[in-house]
């Protein structure tokens, strides 16, 4: 967490939770889903279903999804543009569990991809996403996020972090995690830069990875 | 465990500041005068919300505020106190922007965003510092806030409104401090009697919406940073050390029920009032 995060982010009103730290979860929903969304089936949980209407969370979100920073003067629009835009939305408010007070679950679709990601709007703008496809995952997006989708088995994230280091590309944070042994599995890279199209491409054609997204920063804009 | 405590930051022999943008470069990788130069920006942002939002009577969505910056600003000092009504009209101003849905700097957050604006620039203001002055005292308001993130979530939510606004005032009592000539351990110990002195406010929103009573607690909680920064600068320290203070808040935010935690369900919210304008902005009642 950087000083520019504590006076900052330069964004428009009311809430940096709500508002702010919303478009921040939708904008990295779409990184994950890694195409244009033109569906969403939004769910609300905690705090943002009680009052998320009120902090324009449900705005927030939307221009997050279109691709929009929480300091967009289109935001306050976003409802309006995401109808321009062809993006279909349902809403709906429920218990995901014991998360944060401020959290969604965003299930998306576009150009023949889908994703859902659950992710917890922290305070003052800084957020987590918790959940892919129902792997629990565990990162903010502050840094360069690798994240990789691939096959429970030996050895997967040894091969991973092989090509990163091969790309001399440092590893900040690293999690993994699994829905169960043998299953799925996530693996989370937070990284020091941005790593290569040909590491990217030499990590997608690793036997047993399923997906892989090099998502950029969203803590920095402003 | 990343980032530092108060107790670090109070032993600093040098400027405050200065070790917090050292300490922020050298886990992020960023270089200083980048920092600078954003900060500066920002303070820019800050200075024309105040602008924008002393000239303005445009009510916020809900219409339960949008005039009070201006209506300060636009009274009569009866009190015979410029400084008073200063940090208060621009704290009021930058909150009042926020509602309107325009562009504001969080700090720490959105609800909470008048309060260093207020008082920084209102102090400086009043005593007709520059605004070049205020960039470092801006770099250690953040610092303040990393300290406490540290052991709390800065989020009304989460924490209480303390959490939120006790935070904001505590940085804004260390960047006034700082601006001063106050030491690192006097804005550390502004800090703190600003923290100490925030403990226990809920957070409840009518509607949910950050309007009432969110304006007028920006422009008292800028005042309350000010009081932190002349106790401080007078020498006077807070008697629990400021981790600790930290610790206690942290506490007695997981010690409040969720209906006082900004979900809307209590306190301000729930009187006959606030429920009457929440069924009305959302449509679904009489």
Redesign the interface.
Known sequence: ?????????????????H??GACRIGLLARAILDATPEKAAITLH??FA???????TDRALVAGLLGMKP?D?R??DALAEAERAGLALSWSEGNLGNL???SVRLALDGEGRHTTVVGS?????VVEIVEIDGVGVRFGGARHTLLVGHEDFYGAIATVTRVVADDRVNIAALSSNRDRRGGEAVMCLEL?ARLSGEALAWIARIHGMNWVRMLPPVMDE? | M??FTLRELEAVPGRASEW??EH?CA????DPEA?RR??RE?LG?MRASVTAGLASTEK???GMVGWNAHGLWSAADVLNAPLLRRVQAYAMAVNE???????????????S?GT?PGALLGVADHLGIGDEALVMP??L??????AI?RQM??????GGCQ?EIGSSAA?AAAAVTELLGGSARACVHAATLALANSIGLVCD?V?????VPCVSRNAFFSVHAVCAAQLALARLESFIPPDEVVGAMASVGRMLP?EL?????GGLATTPTGLAVTAR??GDGS
């Open positions: 967490m950087s000083v520019l995060d504590m006076i900052g982010p330069v964004m428009i009103g009311p809430s940096s939770s508002t702010a905690g705090s009680k009052t998320g209407r009120g902090h324009g300091d003067g935001l306050p944060h007070p401020n709007s922290i305070g003052g703008g020091d402003g | 990343a980032g917090v943008l922020d886990e992020t990788g960023a920092i954003t900060m920002r942002l916020s969505l809900t922007e926020n509602a309107r849905m325009r562009r504001i700097v969080a700090a720490p957050t959105a609800g965003a260093v801006l770099v308001a953040a610092g303040i806030g990393q993130s979530h800065i989020s009304g939510s989460a959490a940085m929103p509607g949910g919406f950050v309007e969720p935690r900004e979900t809307g369900e902005v959302r």
